[in-house]
């Protein structure tokens, strides 16, 4: 069975299923997309107590497919988004650098710190990371330009 036969298969298997419980879900709107790529839609879903549309799970199959056919020639985001990449351009290193820096916004907005320093030391402490204080407040501070936080 070719990939496109297995995709309608299973859009067609799912559909019936989302049909019975997506009045759970109004005001969601199927059509209008959550994310960029299914990986950030599916996970955005999932968080937010809603069960992703068939289309999503039928496009996370077919990565899935894609990265087992591979055996080993392709990373998942590779097989899953169709980009190759370094690690530092990788959707995972991507998605921790940027939950790192926004945890550390939502740290200094919540305490009471005398200096972003005295934060970042605060907030190193238990990460346990080899990361000095200085590279760590260069990075956010890139983080936080690019953002514009």
Not at 5 to 14: D, E, N
Not at 18 to 47: G, M
Not at 97 to 111: A, G, T
């Amino acid at each position: 069975m070719n990939i496109g036969a297995i995709k309608k298969r299973a859009q067609s298997l799912l559909e019936p299923i989302w049909v019975k419980i997506e009045p759970d879900f109004k005001p969601f709107h199927r059509d209008l997309p959550v994310a960029h790529n299914p990986i950030s839609a599916f996970t955005y879903l999932v968080e937010m107590g809603k069960y992703p549309p068939p289309e999503i799970m039928v496009d996370l199959m077919e990565g899935f497919m894609d990265y087992f056919e591979s055996n080993g020639d392709k990373s998942l985001d590779e097989a899953l988004l169709g980009i190759k990449h370094t690690k530092y351009e990788s959707l995972s290193y991507k998605q921790d650098y940027s939950l790192r820096y926004k945890d550390f916004y939502w740290f200094v907005f919540i305490n009471e710190f005398d200096s972003l320093d005295d934060a970042a030391e605060e907030f190193l402490k238990p990460i346990d990371e080899k990361t000095d204080q200085d590279t760590f407040l260069r990075n956010y501070r890139r983080w936080k330009k690019k953002t514009k936080r």
